[in-house]
Every structure is written in structure tokens, then in C-alpha cells.
């Protein structure tokens, strides 16, 4: 069994004192998987991974990064501690050229690992690297969310953390993106991932939680919760009978 990297237990946040939006909600990720965290609009998932991250205010439960309580961490610690967030919007700064989004980034760094860290994220991203100079404002939806994912890559974080990457994306763009995602775990990056497009992110992610009223109802495998015919009705919309993962679009 893989070791616990993220390990959220009955966690309860919100934006106003005594209104939680998310109620007790728990769940595990384990080293080099990709977690998927589904449900309905309203279900309170972006404001889990966001209390998670440090920006949303917790008032309950506890959250732990490599066996380290962060509950009280501020988000902008999080990426020192090891727990990068890359948000569904605002997550680069368009005027800003794509080398300079990367250089930002790296504040956390020291001063002599920055050129290596750059070429390293150019050549897991080489779309950036015919576009280094230009600022990230011209870039396509789909090279936006790459540099997006490459700024929170860029320090080695121990858990990648994104809210609805493929949010506003064409069909061939959210393709790109969870290729990408795929390919990140395949380099042992764990991530943590809430998306709508159950389909596309159950086919790469390896379990999956699905959040209802701000609390965890169900979880499995991906491949468990694709089959489960109450998830499908409720959360993911009726699939034709018969149908599995390795079918997904």
C-alpha cells in the first residue's frame, strides 16, 4: 500500500462564520495517485480543495501534508510546505510573459536552481517554450492551464492540487489537458484534482470521492464509481448500459 501524502479528516470550512460549506468531508491521497473529487453544482467542492489550499477559513477537522498538520498554514506557505494550488481562474498573470509567470513562481527557490527548474519546465512543456517571450495574455486556453500547471510544478511540490482544469476549454483543449494531467502522474507527481468532466477525469484518475452537501457520500476506484449506477443517475448523468471506463471521451 502506498504511503498517505494528503490526509483531510472531517474537515468543515465556509466564508461566513457559522454557514460551513463544506461539513465534515474526509478523504486520503496517496502517494502518485490522481484523486478525483466529484459532485453536483453547490456540492461545496472547490471550497474543500480551497480550505485544503489555505483560502478558504476552516473551522473543523484537521489536514495533514506528508504527516505534518497544515490546518493553520496560510496559503501563501503552502507551496514551501509542499502543496501547490493552481485555481479554475486568475492563475497567471496575462501581461506577464510566460518566462516571467515561471520566474514568479520560483520565488521560493534558491537563486541557483532557477535556469534549471526553467529548462526543466520547457521540456515537459515545449508549446511554452516558442511562446517564452510573449505574455501569457495571448496564449491559447489550453497553453494558459499548461502554464498554469508548470508555475506549480516548478518547485517540486509534494501534491499538485487544480480546481477544474478544463473549466471554459474546447473539446480538443480539455483532451490536452488531461493528457497532460496523465502525464504528470506518470512522473510521480500526486495530484489532487476536482473537475465537472466526471468522464474525462475518471478515465485518468486512479479513486475518487463524490462530495454531496458539503460532505464525502461515495468512494472507490475510478473504475467503481463509473460502474456505480447511483453515482451515474445522480452526479455524472445516465450512461448507456453496458458502458465502462475504458470508454470514456
Not at 34 to 47: D, E
Not at 215 to 242: C, I
Amino acid at each position: 500500500m502506498s504511503e498517505t501524502v494528503l490526509d483531510v479528516r472531517d474537515l468543515e470550512a465556509g466564508y461566513e462564520p457559522g454557514v460551513p460549506i463544506v461539513r465534515g468531508a474526509s478523504i486520503t491521497v496517496r502517494k502518485g495517485e490522481i484523486v478525483v473529487v466529484l459532485g453536483p453544482n453547490g456540492a461545496g467542492k472547490s471550497s474543500f480543495i480551497k480550505a485544503i489550499a489555505g483560502l478558504v477559513p476552516i473551522t473543523g477537522g484537521t489536514v495533514f501534508l506528508d504527516g505534518k498538520d497544515i490546518t493553520a498554514a496560510p496559503a501563501h506557505t503552502m507551496m514551501r510546505l509542499g502543496l501547490a494550488f493552481v485555481p479554475q481562474t486568475e492563475n497567471i498573470f496575462p501581461l506577464m510573459s510566460v518566462e516571467d509567470n515561471l520566474k514568479v513562481a520560483c520565488g521560493v527557490l534558491e537563486r541557483r536552481e532557477i535556469p534549471s527548474r526553467l529548462e526543466e519546465m520547457y521540456a515537459a512543456f515545449p508549446d511554452l517554450v516558442r511562446q517564452r517571450r510573449a505574455a501569457a495574455g495571448n496564449l491559447s486556453g489550453g497553453q494558459r492551464q499548461m502554464l498554469a500547471v508548470a508555475r506549480a510544478l516548478i518547485v517540486h511540490p509534494k501534491v499538485l492540487v487544480l480546481d477544474e482544469p478544463s473549466a471554459g476549454l474546447s473539446p480538443k483543449f480539455v483532451s490536452m489537458v488531461f493528457e497532460m494531467l496523465a502525464g504528470i502522474r506518470k512522473s510521480g507527481v500526486t495530484i489532487l484534482l476536482v473537475e465537472q468532466n466526471a468522464k474525462a477525469a475518471l478515465a485518468i484518475g486512479d479513486r475518487a470521492y463524490v462530495l454531496v452537501e458539503g460532505k464525502d457520500r461515495h468512494e472507490g476506484t475510478a473504475s467503481e464509481l463509473w460502474n456505480d449506477p447511483v453515482v451515474a443517475e445522480l452526479y455524472l448523468g445516465q450512461r448507456p448500459s453496458g458502458a465502462s471506463k475504458g470508454g470514456a471521451a
